[in-house]
C-alpha cells in the first residue's frame, strides 16, 4: 500500500465547511471513546466497531447536522477508534485520548461516492476544491483522505495498491553507511553530502521565539508570531523530507538487487551521546526517516533491504577484520594490514558483507524448509 499526497486549495467559504465537518467528526470520535471507556468501567464490557456503528442512524435523527457529513465519513470514526484500541493492546501506542478541536479531524472517504476527481477538481459533495496533479492518478485507490497541516496547507491523500514488478536477481548488494557529514556513504565509492537545512530554520525559530516570549499570552501579537513560527516549522519539515526523498530515491534506482542498512536506536544513540550539539545533529539529521524511505521505496521496486547490526562496523577493517580504537574525530582508518581509506567507506563495505551474509542465511533457512516441507 502506497500513499500520494496531492495539494489542494479550497476557498475561505470551503475550509469553514471542512471545519465545520471534521469538529462534528472529533466529538463523534470524543463521544463513542467516552462510552467505551464508561461501559468498560461499569459493567466490564468493550463495544465493539460495529455496535458503535449501528449508533449512527440514531445520532443522524437526533443531529441532523450529521447528514450533511458522507455516511462513510462517520463510519470510519468508530473505525479508527477500533484501530486506536488495538495499537493500545498491541502496545504500540499509549491509551487512546480525547481529541481537540484545534487539531483537524481527516476525512477519510473508502469508496469514489462522496469523493470524485474531475478534471483538475477534487469533488466533494456539492463543492468542487481546486487541486494540483502533479502526477498521474493512480489506479486501484483505496481510500481517498483530506488533511490539514501546520500552516493551513490542505491535502488530498490517495492510498492505492501497488502492484510489484518481479526483478532479476543479479545478487549485488550495496551497502549504506548512514552519518552526519555525508548522509550516506556507498560501498561502491558514492556518497552524498548532508545538507543541513535546519541550521537557518532553527535560528530564525528561535528570534521570533525571543520576540514571543516578551508578548502576553494569548495576546494578538502572540498569536501572529506563532504563525510565523509554524509556517518556519513547516518550510523545515518540507525542505528536510525533500531531501531526504532525494537521496532514497537516488539509491532506490541504482542497479543492486539488495540493500544493507543499519538497523539504527535514534533515541538510545541521543541517549548516550554527551555532546549537545551532536544530539542536535543526530535528531535534524531524521537517519531514521531515510531508513524508512529506502525501505518502503526499494520493497515497492521488488528489492530486499536487510538490516545489520551496526556495532563495530567504522572500528573493524573491511579487509582483515581486525577491530582498531578510534576516536569520533579521526575520520581514517589506518590498519596493520595496509589498509587505510574513509572511515564511512570502511563501514558500508562491512554493512555490505553482513548484508550478504544474512541473505545467504535466510536463503538456507528457506531451502531447509522447502526440503522439510517436500519431505526430503
Given at each position: ?32 471513546l ?35 457529513i458522507?455516511?462513510q ?77 501546520t500552516g493551513n496547507k ?27 557529514k ?33 508578548c ?51 533515541k ?24 524508512g ?22 572500528k ?61
Amino acid at each position: 500500500m502506497l500513499t500520494i499526497k496531492y495539494r489542494i486549495y479550497p476557498t475561505r467559504k470551503q475550509q469553514d465547511l471542512l471545519w465545520k465537518h471534521s469538529n462534528l467528526l472529533t466529538r463523534l470520535y470524543n463521544q463513542f471513546l467516552e462510552q467505551k471507556i464508561r461501559m468498560y468501567k461499569d459493567r466490564g464490557i468493550n463495544i465493539r466497531r460495529f455496535e458503535l456503528q449501528a449508533q449512527l442512524p440514531k445520532i443522524k435523527e437526533e443531529n441532523p447536522e450529521y447528514a450533511q457529513i458522507h455516511s462513510q465519513v462517520l463510519q470510519q470514526v468508530p473505525k479508527r477508534l477500533n484501530d486506536t484500541y488495538n495499537s493500545f493492546f498491541n502496545r504500540s501506542f499509549g491509551f487512546p485520548k480525547f481529541r481537540s478541536s484545534r487539531f483537524f479531524f481527516g476525512l477519510i472517504y473508502p469508496q469514489n461516492t462522496g469523493c470524485r476527481i474531475v478534471g483538475k477538481k477534487l469533488v466533494l459533495g456539492k463543492e468542487r476544491i481546486k487541486m494540483v496533479q502533479h502526477r498521474s492518478i493512480p489506479e486501484n485507490i483505496k481510500t481517498r483522505t483530506v488533511t490539514r497541516t501546520t500552516g493551513n496547507k490542505w491535502f488530498l491523500c490517495l492510498s492505492y495498491e501497488n502492484q510489484l514488478v518481479p526483478q532479476a536477481n543479479n545478487n549485488k548488494i550495496l551497502g549504506i553507511d548512514l552519518g552526519l557529514k555525508n548522509i550516506v556513504y556507498c560501498s561502491d565509492g558514492h556518497s552524498i553530502k548532508n545538507k543541513n537545512h535546519t541550521k537557518y530554520f532553527d535560528k530564525q525559530i528561535a528570534k521570533i521565539q525571543s520576540s514571543q516570549s516578551k508578548c502576553i499570552k494569548g495576546s494578538k501579537l502572540y498569536r501572529k508570531h506563532q504563525k510565523v513560527i509554524n509556517r518556519l516549522y513547516g518550510q523545515k519539515t518540507r525542505k528536510t523530507k525533500d531531501f531526504l526523498h532525494k537521496v532514497s530515491h537516488t539509491l532506490v534506482h541504482k542497479d543492486f538487487d539488495a540493500f544493507g542498512l543499519e538497523k539504527l536506536e535514534p533515541k538510545r544513540m541521543t541517549e548516550q551521546t554527551n555532546w549537545h550539539g551532536l544530539n542536535k545533529s543526530m535528531r535534524n539529521s531524521q537517519l531514521a526517516l531515510l531508513t524508512g524511505f529506502i525501505r518502503y521505496k526499494a520493497e515497492n521496486e521488488g528489492k530486499k533491504v536487510v538490516f545489520v547490526n551496526p556495532k563495530h562496523t567504522s572500528k573493524n577493517c573491511s579487509a582483515c577484520g581486525k577491530k582498531n580504537e578510534m576516536e569520533l574525530w579521526n575520520r581514517e582508518i589506518n590498519c596493520e594490514c595496509g589498509n587505510r581509506m574513509d572511515r564511512d567507506y570502511n563501514a558500508s563495505l562491512n554493512i555490505m558483507n553482513l548484508a550478504r551474509n544474512e541473505l545467504c542465511r535466510q536463503a538456507y533457512s528457506e531451502e531447509i524448509r522447502e526440503t522439510h516441507t517436500r519431505g526430503g
